[in-house]
């Protein structure tokens, strides 16, 4: 199948539209290993990659896919890798080392049931903590959730760009219902896109600090090859990459580290707010689920009750303004998720004062979760509620 | 703000599963249904599978929600059809057509069938002996599901068929798509007006239903009433 053309309406699924998101965005090189639900973004690589002169490799596993794409990135290209959560679990390592030697790559998992083997072709959305801390140390963690085939497109360019203007590893999180799903789009025009790329050493190559200090977390990068000296490792390193104890200097890292995240929120947050504005009700709901969420909105508005949804799509960081202005008009909050709830108790940290009025709707056997089950779910929060005479009207 | 609530898109829906055995093409059928549905006939359309860890063998199924307006169902809990080309689907899948739903089945594959209204045609049994393959029998299918349900036009499936397929397979599943579809039309035309009355009529797919017309009134079961 040709890469199909910008504004004509064709039948993608999400992860065909992930792989050609990530060439519009100019991703030259993808080392993977294949694995159910994530093997059509490779399937699409192999061919594509090669005709726009990139490299595509398929590695021994992946700990070794994400250290060839660390290492194509410090040369200068483009370069990400797709897996589901076993391989996620192995990347682990490598995503903390990508964090601490401030490498751009993107990290497609689309999630499947878990622990371990788990269920490789049925949906789940349980790695969505593993995402924020699934290697060891404080790194800034970017992740985003895409809800349908033409946002697994836009998101994966939005993902590059994260990570090519903050050089830092970004993580998709699709998920099987997302992936294998196939809808009708319209991709945008490449002219349309905002395409990111990493900004360029201005000064000589004697004067260059490959870990340049900064206040926004941000600094410009050399490529390999180009004459400018640097030296890359997992160590803590001063602004020359090379091993350091000097506790400024440590101090220095893992501030921009944090800076990093701090210093951009606003570039950071991502949300859809869809009937909030006056709403009592409000379904918290991302990736998959936030189009059931979505549906469960319209049949409760349609009902008379003043139902609406919040939709992060920068799920890390989390969108703590949105959510917090969120939870001072609402009444009730339901975090519908195809987890135990790891999002829920994020939810949940931001409302201390009312922690009871966040509410989980979790589904654990790979089932999906439905409009009518948040329909019903909500029905029965409000009927307990206008039982006690909490809830009025609406 | 009430009234924006009203106005959202509430567009009538048509849920199809295509369900049978891992490797009869359900897969395929459903990618094809979907093309044709989405590029070739306009609408908007969710198509997603279901199957398990294993190639061939295992449970198998398609299934394809479109609508004029807006589709957020990414998984049914009903279906307005359900096609089975196994025993084992129609036995599984039955509960999940939704009241005045349309079954279609394979009466070579399914031989004890849960309603007299099931639509039933020798798919395999066709594939075999008229198109010389077994594997058209996918096509069959969609070719019966045009001709009976018309939730989706001959013209737009042959297109998919064309955009999709080898060229070499090209001609005998075209032939297998009349096949099942002139089969379909015969049993729509066959039946009489008082059996098929009760079932579910899909025109509404195929035109936008008048302004203000309240779609739950206009053929559509009280379950999907609350889906919306």
Redesign the interface.
């Known amino acids: 199948m040709a890469v199909p053309k910008p504004g004509e ?3 993608l699924s999400g992860n065909e539209a992930m792989a050609y998101g990530a060439l519009a965005a100019g991703a030259r090189f993808y080392a993977g290993y294949p694995i ?1 639900p994530s093997t059509e973004i490779a399937e699409v690589m192999a061919t594509e990659l090669p005709r726009v002169g990139g490299k595509f490799i398929q590695m021994e596993d992946e700990i070794a896919s994400l250290g060839a794409v660390i290492g194509a990135s410090l040369c200068g290209l483009k370069s990400y890798t797709a897996t589901s959560g076993p391989g996620f679990s192995l990347m682990q390592e490598h995503i903390g080392y990508a964090a601490m030697a401030e490498v751009p790559c993107v990290i497609i998992d689309v999630m499947r049931g878990g622990p371990s083997t788990g269920l ?2 049925k949906t789940s959305q349980s790695d969505v903590m593993q995402a924020k801390y699934g290697s060891h140390g404080d790194y800034p963690s970017i992740a985003l959730t895409p809800s349908s085939v033409l946002e697994c497109f836009t998101l994966t360019v939005r993902a590059f760009n994260l990570s090519e203007k903050y050089r830092a590893p970004v993580i998709l999180l699709s998920d099987e ?2 992936g ?5 789009v319209v991709l945008p025009d490449p002219s349309q896109l905002e395409v990111i790329n990493r900004a360029k050493p201005t000064v000589p190559p004697e004067w260059y600090e490959h870990y340049q200090d900064s206040v926004t977390g941000m600094s410009p990068m050399a490529n390999f090859g180009e004459g400018y000296r640097f030296h890359v490792t997992g160590l803590t390193h001063d602004v020359y990459g090379f091993p350091t104890e000097r506790r400024e200097e440590i101090a220095a890292l893992m501030e921009k580290f944090k800076n990093k995240e701090i210093h951009n929120t606003r570039d950071l947050t991502m949300v859809e707010e869809y ?1 909030l ?2 709403a009592k009700v409000c379904i918290f709901a991302y990736g ?1 689920v936030a ?2 969420a ?2 469960a909105v ?2 409760l ?2 009902n008379g009750v ?1 139902a609406g949804m919040l939709r992060p799509q920068i799920v890390w960081p989390f969108p703590k303004l949105p959510v917090e202005n969120m939870l001072e008009k609402v009444s009730h909050v339901l975090v519908p998720e195809m987890n135990v709830g790891q999002l829920r108790k994020e939810v949940e940290r931001l409302s201390c004062t009312d922690r009871a009025k966040v509410q989980g709707l979790n589904v654990l056997d790979s ?2 979760i ?3 089950q948040i ?1 019903d779910r909500v029905r029965e929060i409000r009927a307990r509620h206008r039982h006690v005479g909490e809830y009025v009207n609406g | 703000m009430k009234d924006t609530a009203l106005s959202m898109d509430i567009t009538p829906k048509v849920a199809i599963r295509l369900s049978g055995t891992g490797g009869q093409g359900l897969l395929l059928a459903g990618r094809i249904l979907a093309e044709a549905a989405a590029i070739y006939d306009g609408l908007n359309v969710v198509q997603s599978n279901s199957y398990g860890p294993e190639a061939r063998g295992g449970a198998s199924r398609s299934e394809v929600v479109m609508s004029r307006g807006e589709v957020d169902d990414l998984r049914c809990r009903t279906f307005d059809i359900l096609i089975c080309l196994s025993q084992k689907a129609c036995d599984s899948y039955y509960a999940d057509l939704m009241e005045r739903g349309i079954l279609i089945v394979d009466s070579t594959n399914v031989a004890v069938v849960p309603t007299s209204r099931a639509v039933e045609v020798p798919m395999t049994k066709m594939a075999v002996e008229e198109c010389g393959d077994r594997m058209t029998t996918n096509i069959i299918a969609l070719g019966v599901l045009c001709g009976y349900s018309g939730v989706v036009t001959l013209k737009a499936l042959n297109s998919a068929l064309q955009s999709s397929l080898r060229k070499d397979l090209l001609e005998r599943n075209k032939k297998a798509l009349k096949l099942g579809y002139d089969a379909g039309k015969e049993i729509a035309e066959r039946t009489p007006d008082k059996k098929r009355s009760g079932l579910r009529d899909f025109s509404f797919i195929r035109e936008p239903a008048p302004a203000g017309k309240d779609h739950r009134k206009n053929g559509r079961g009280k379950v999907h009433a609350v889906a919306g």
């Open positions: 309406p064709v039948l159910t490789p072709t219902i997302v294998h799903m196939r809808e009708k009937f504005a006056d998959s189009r059931s979505k549906q319209k049949i508005r349609r003043r089932s999906f439905t409009a009518e329909v």
